[in-house]
């Protein structure tokens, strides 16, 4: 009679802390961000670059992403992400994101 009171008791509990667990509605999440290949580009020249600092000042219209205006400013980015193909003067079409409170470009490319 004991293993059965303790053996229901058992269960009671199991059951009292998994419910929590199966009950969790996750529908109100965001989905995952997709990769920025396939977010959208904006348009833009390049008055000034400097790959070896990782700066690239760019003369751009809107960025819808970043509720910003048409403008001339300039961005940090990462080894790799401007091609070597591209130079002061071209025309280009590119990612910016905000990260750790800097704008970023995580994407550049010639424009055609």
Do not use: C
Request: charged share 20%.
């Amino acid at each position: 009679m004991k293993q059965l009171v303790l053996g229901a008791a058992a269960a009671a509990a199991l059951a009292f802390f998994l419910q929590p667990v199966a009950a969790m509605d996750h529908s109100a999440h965001a989905a995952p961000a997709t990769k920025a290949a396939s977010q959208p580009l904006s348009a833009g020249t390049i008055r000034r670059l400097d790959k070896a600092a990782g700066s690239i000042t760019l003369t751009h219209g809107p960025i819808d992403n970043l509720g910003m205006g048409a403008m001339t400013m300039t961005f940090t980015f990462k080894k790799g992400v401007v091609p070597a193909s591209v130079k002061e003067g071209d025309k280009v079409r590119f990612r910016a994101e905000e990260k750790d409170g800097q704008y970023v470009v995580v994407r550049v490319e010639a424009a055609k």
